[in-house]
Structures are given as structure tokens and as C-alpha cells.
């Protein structure tokens, strides 16, 4: 089945260590999202990729990065964690959202981050 | 700017109980309507879209929801939950011109024995 894969599904770190995060799919989409989701809240949205086009929210802090090297792979880097980036981190992918935006968004299991 | 309500942030309810998540929204041009589910620990799952068209939308696992414009409503309805319904219920808006989904805060929908 086409899917969107992250992984690793755990990730604990340290306090200030560089982690990264990887999401795959199989689907073929050209726009992959990646969101911030911490306990009881709703999913918010780092930055999204159309193609190569990287897009940046507004309020997204600078220790967040990401980089697609492909279609089928992006990652998410954490330069130096703190403990309020402790959250479940989603990817999700959509097709050529330019033409119409109702396609929806397929998303992945998430990786959940912890910091010690 | 959009923004999305959803008036209920935590439904317990009865197995085989009827059950309605409500959401409204706000934006002063068209937009698209999703309900999506997360069970615990993962993903989200698309349940239903509204995009044009009928009103009443029929989605997954046996739920429904009708767009209201007037009332700018999204509601979400199923007439008899099961236990696996337990999980978290978002609502989400796109607008015409973009692809980023603006989320409510999420209910969650407890289902008892």
C-alpha cells in the first residue's frame, strides 16, 4: 500500500543534541508538510515543500530545519532541542495542492521526540 | 484569516449512543471541510471532506456530516458509536486559493461500555 513512513516512531534525545527526523511516502506527492503536535493540542504547521520549494511559517523558530533531497524523502532537523520541542512531530504529503486545494492530506504515525 | 472552532473538547458517551462533534469555521472566502481522526499514538486518518455539492457528506467508519454556509457549521455524526471510536476528532479548513489546513483544537470522544 502507498504510505507515508517516519521514522523512527521513538526518539529520545538530549538537551541542545541535534536530532533528525526522516518521513518517506510512496505515494508520489509533490507537497510533504511537516507539523508540531505537543499533548492535547491540534497539529501546527512548521513548514511545507512543494517540490523543491521550501516555505516557511511565519512563527516557526530557527532551530527548526528541514531538507528533501527526492520526492519520496524529507527530514526534519532539530539543531539544538530544548524541552518545550518535546511533541509528536507528523509529516503528511498531498499532490499539487496550486491546482485546487482540496486534496487532502495523507499523514504519517509521527515520531514522538522526547528531550531529557 | 481562517479559523476553526470546535465547541466540545472532550464527548463521553454510551456504546450505540448517537453522537455529534461540532465544528464551526470562519473565513471570508470558500473553503474545503475535513473531519480527521487520530487514534492514540498515531497519525491522522481523513474521515470526510466536504469540497462542493450535496451538503451531507459520508465518510468512513460510518460517519456523516452536513456543511451548513449559513451557520458556518461542519458537523460530525454517527448514530451508534462503537468503543473503537475513542479517539481524538479534528476538524480542518483549506481555503480556495492554498493547501494548508487550519485545525481546530480537537474533541475527544470517549465511548463507554
Known amino acids: 500500500d502507498a504510505m507515508v513512513i517516519q521514522n523512527p516512531r521513538y526518539q529520545v534525545t538530549q538537551f541542545g543534541k541535534p536530532v533528525t527526523l526522516s518521513c518517506s511516502q510512496t505515494l508520489n506527492h509533490n507537497v510533504m508538510y511537516w507539523y508540531q503536535q505537543k499533548s492535547s493540542q491540534a497539529p501546527k504547521l512548521l513548514f511545507h515543500?512543494?517540490?523543491?520549494?521550501?516555505?516557511n511559517e511565519a512563527d516557526t523558530p530557527d532551530n527548526f530545519q528541514s531538507r528533501r533531497p527526492n520526492t519520496s524523502f524529507c527530514f526534519l532537523d532539530i539543531r539544538s532541542p530544548g524541552l518545550g520541542d518535546a511533541a509528536m512531530y507528523l509529516c503528511?504529503?498531498?499532490?499539487?495542492?496550486?491546482?485546487?486545494?482540496?486534496?487532502?492530506?495523507?499523514f504519517g504515525d509521527g515520531t514522538r521526540l522526547s528531550i531529557l | 484569516a481562517q479559523s476553526v472552532t470546535q465547541l466540545d473538547s472532550q464527548v463521553p458517551v454510551f456504546e450505540e449512543a448517537p453522537v455529534e462533534l461540532r465544528c464551526n469555521y470562519s473565513?471570508?472566502?470558500?473553503?474545503?471541510l475535513f473531519w480527521y481522526v487520530q487514534y492514540p499514538n498515531q497519525g491522522l486518518q481523513l474521515l470526510l471532506k466536504y469540497l462542493s455539492g450535496s451538503t451531507l457528506v459520508k465518510g468512513i467508519n460510518g460517519f456523516e456530516a452536513e456543511f451548513n454556509k449559513s451557520q458556518t457549521s461542519f458537523h460530525l455524526r454517527k448514530p451508534s458509536v462503537h468503543i473503537s471510536d475513542t479517539a481524538e476528532y479534528f476538524c480542518?479548513?483549506?481555503?480556495?486559493?492554498?493547501?494548508?489546513?487550519?485545525f481546530g483544537q480537537g474533541t475527544e470522544l470517549s465511548v463507554k461500555p
Open positions: 503528511a504529503t498531498s499532490r499539487d495542492f496550486w491546482r485546487g486545494s482540496n486534496q487532502p492530506q495523507h
Open positions: 480542518a479548513v483549506s481555503v480556495s486559493q492554498g493547501g494548508k489546513l487550519i
Open positions: 515543500y512543494y517540490d523543491k520549494d521550501f516555505n
Open positions: 473565513s471570508s472566502v470558500s473553503v474545503y
